[in-house]
Structures are given as structure tokens and as C-alpha cells.
């Protein structure tokens, strides 16, 4: 599993250097011109998300979540998260600290104004009866896990990271949220995937 995340990550990681280092062209341009291109240089940081979540942040690769429509709070608590180490996920820990306090707002706010990707035909003829933890899930994650206040939006996220990501709180690798973990604890890992296999389906 290390090694398939480093193979998926190889051509992105790439990608993120060559634009890291045009970035960095741009921001000593910047410092050499006093008070200009500070909203050039968030866009160019906008360029580096969208190497690894697509355009948008409309994600391609099913191990990198979908940004575009994600709750604004939630990204805003992720991105704090991950700079704080309280998710712990070196590549967005990386990511997180390129972001100014000002810039983690805009950038949360940028992608949750965006509408979440339409669903592709193929996984609505895929999507099953639902299965019993449903209504659980409902309770925060609202009805048909579109997300809310209370918890973000899961509908529509890809089976390999709602898996990973269920896994992960159930093991305790990833422990930014008490209530996740004592949920995802507490039931088996064939019910995690029949859930994530239904929620991505939505
Ligand atoms: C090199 C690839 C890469 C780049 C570049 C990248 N990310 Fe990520 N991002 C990831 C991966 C992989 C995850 C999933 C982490 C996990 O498995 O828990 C992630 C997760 C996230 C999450 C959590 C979403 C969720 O549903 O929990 C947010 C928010 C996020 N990234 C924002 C950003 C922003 C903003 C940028 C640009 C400043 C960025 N990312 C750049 C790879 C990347
Ligand atoms: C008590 C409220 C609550 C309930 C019930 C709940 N969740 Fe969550 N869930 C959350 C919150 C809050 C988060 C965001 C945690 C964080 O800050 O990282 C979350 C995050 C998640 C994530 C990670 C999303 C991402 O983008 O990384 C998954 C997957 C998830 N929940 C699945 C489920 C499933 C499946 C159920 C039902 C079996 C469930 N949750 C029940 C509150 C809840």
C-alpha cells in the first residue's frame, strides 16, 4: 500500500516541484516589487492544488479527494489540521504551509463555492440498496451525505478514499476527530466498505 501511494504520487509530486519552482520565480519578482503580485502568487499556489485534485479541484485520481463543493468550514479545519500535524499526511502538511492564515480562508473558500462534479452514469447504475448504518451517518452527514455544518460532504467521493479514509479513523492512524474514530471503530470492515462502496456510488 506505501509503495502503490509513492507509484500514484511519483507524476504529481513532478508536477508540484516544476510549479513550486515557478512560484518561487514569481515570489522573489514579487518581494522585488513591493505591494504587486500577492493575488498572482495565490493563484499560482491555486495551480499547485489543482496538479494533485484536478481542476478545481475536480479529482481524477481516486486517492485524492474532490475539493470542488466540499464545505467550506470543514476545508478550512482540514487545512489548519494539516498544518498543525493533526492530520498527518506529509504531502498536505507540505502543501498546507505554502498557505498564509489569509490564503487558507481564500483557498477554502474558492473551492467550496465551486459546484461538486456532476455523477458520472457509470456509478449510478452502480449504486446498491442502502445499507443499515445509513441513517447513522445521515445524522451529520446529512440526508444522501451532502454534507452540512456538522460533517462534510461524502456523496459522491471515490470508493478508494472513503475506504482508506473510513480505515484510517478505525485504526487510529488518523485521529483529527473523536467522534469518527469511536464510529469507525466500532464497526467492521466489511461495513465500512458496503458504506463506502454505497456513498461513492451516490
Ligand atoms: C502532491 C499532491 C497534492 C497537492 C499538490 C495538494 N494536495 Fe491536498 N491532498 C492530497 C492528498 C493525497 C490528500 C488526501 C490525504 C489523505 O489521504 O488523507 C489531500 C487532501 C486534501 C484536503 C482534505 C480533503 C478531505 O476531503 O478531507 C484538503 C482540504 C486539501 N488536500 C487541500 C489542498 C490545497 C488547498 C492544496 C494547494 C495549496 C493541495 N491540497 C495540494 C494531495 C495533494
Ligand atoms: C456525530 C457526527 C458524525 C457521524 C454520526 C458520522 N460522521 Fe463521518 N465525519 C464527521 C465529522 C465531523 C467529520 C470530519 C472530521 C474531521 O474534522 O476531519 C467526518 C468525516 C468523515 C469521513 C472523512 C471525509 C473526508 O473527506 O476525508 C468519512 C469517510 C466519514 N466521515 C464517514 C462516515 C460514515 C460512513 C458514517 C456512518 C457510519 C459517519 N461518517 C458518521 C461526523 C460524523
Not at 518581494?31 to 493563484?43: Q, R, V
Not at 440498496?129 to 451529520?140: F, I, L, T, Y
Not at 455544518?149 to 475506504?163: C, E, F, K, M, T
Amino acid at each position: 500500500m506505501g509503495r502503490n501511494m509513492t507509484n500514484n504520487h511519483v507524476p504529481t509530486v513532478f508536477g508540484v516541484l516544476v510549479v513550486l519552482a515557478a512560484l518561487s520565480v514569481s515570489a522573489n519578482a514579487a518581494e522585488a516589487i513591493p505591494n504587486s503580485g500577492s493575488p498572482a502568487e495565490f493563484d499560482a499556489k491555486l495551480l499547485v492544488c489543482n496538479v494533485c485534485h484536478g481542476e478545481s479541484g475536480i479529482s481524477k485520481n481516486a486517492t485524492i479527494p474532490v475539493l470542488s463543493g466540499q464545505q467550506e468550514s470543514y476545508l478550512v479545519k482540514q487545512l489548519h489540521d494539516f498544518q498543525s500535524g493533526a492530520r498527518n499526511v506529509e504531502v498536505m502538511s507540505w502543501m498546507a504551509t505554502i498557505l498564509s492564515p489569509t490564503e487558507l480562508g481564500s483557498a477554502a473558500a474558492y473551492f467550496a463555492k465551486k459546484s461538486w462534479p456532476a455523477r458520472p452514469a457509470a456509478a449510478a447504475a452502480a449504486a446498491a440498496s442502502p445499507p443499515a448504518m445509513v441513517a447513522v451517518c445521515e445524522v451529520c452527514h446529512q440526508q444522501n451525505f451532502v454534507g452540512g455544518l456538522p460533517a462534510p460532504r461524502l456523496a459522491g467521493q471515490s470508493y478508494d478514499y472513503l475506504v482508506d479514509a473510513m480505515r484510517r479513523f478505525a485504526e487510529g492512524e488518523r485521529n483529527n476527530s473523536g467522534d469518527m474514530t469511536k464510529i469507525m471503530a466500532a464497526i467492521s470492515p466489511a461495513e465500512r466498505d458496503a458504506m463506502a462502496r454505497y456513498i461513492s456510488g451516490l
